[in-house]
């Protein structure tokens, strides 16, 4: 392992083991968001800027490190942004974190991610080489595997890292729009699993699966223009 690999890994180590030794996640509970969003909103009226480059910044670097408070932070950005601003900070600064998350899993932890994540790649593998990126667009948008744990995966595969980009940027999009909306509501959350109703689940399970159909019907049509030549 060469010298700059052992720097990265340490500059890892210190940052999570500061967010539990420090107790961090206090600063990531729907109970916290509430108590402050009125602090937080009369910050962002007066250094509209400087607030959101900050909120960006954190809400990037918890997702490349894969540690909890995504979620919270996507109800803060509806809270405080609204939908239209918030919805548009929350996806791209999620896209970025996890793509940095994927590259960390690719150069940097791909020998303890493969030890602890080695079967579920493996079904990933098999579901990029049959579906491409549709599979991936598909587990974006339906919650099989962890936010956390598919970025990490997807660090062992051979996908490029604009594809992984873009793909997540879409297949993300309407997740992040539900959550940014219910944040717009906090006041009216009492925790997550109130967010995630049997009619959303639904239809982003519909969102997910539809690309794979659109995709079978596709291969139908060309083998049926192929056995008709």
Do not use: C, H
């Not at 598909?138 to 962890?146: D, E, H, N, Q």
């Not at 879409?170 to 959550?179: D, L, P, S």
């Not at 109130?194 to 969102?207: D, R």
């Amino acid at each position: 392992m060469n010298k700059n690999k052992w720097i990265l890994m340490g500059i890892i180590a210190a940052g999570v083991v500061v967010f539990f030794a420090l107790d961090l996640s206090r600063f990531f509970s729907l109970a916290f968001i509430k108590e402050s969003q009125a602090t937080f909103s009369a910050l962002y009226t007066d250094k509209p800027l400087t607030v959101t480059a900050l909120f960006f910044a954190v809400y990037v670097l918890i997702t490349a490190l894969s540690l909890p408070g995504a979620a919270i932070m996507t109800l803060a950005a509806g809270a405080s942004f609204g939908l239209v601003w918030g919805t548009v900070v929350v996806s791209f600064a999620s896209t970025l974190g996890a793509t940095l998350a994927m590259l960390v899993a690719r150069y940097v932890l791909q020998d303890s991610i493969q030890a602890r994540f080695g079967r579920k790649l493996a079904d990933i593998n098999k579901g990029i080489e049959k579906e491409g990126t549709f599979y991936l667009f598909t587990l974006r948008l339906i919650p099989v595997i962890p936010f956390f744990a598919l970025n990490l995966l997807m660090g062992l595969t051979r996908m490029k890292i604009w594809t992984f980009f873009w793909v997540s940027q879409v297949g993300m999009f309407a997740g992040t729009v539900a959550y940014v909306n219910a944040g717009t509501q906090i006041a009216k959350i009492d925790s997550l699993r109130g967010i995630l109703s049997p009619a959303l689940l639904g239809s982003l399970v519909a969102l997910g699966l539809l690309p794979l159909v659109v995709k079978k019907l596709l291969d139908m049509a060309k083998r049926r223009q192929v056995y008709a030549r």
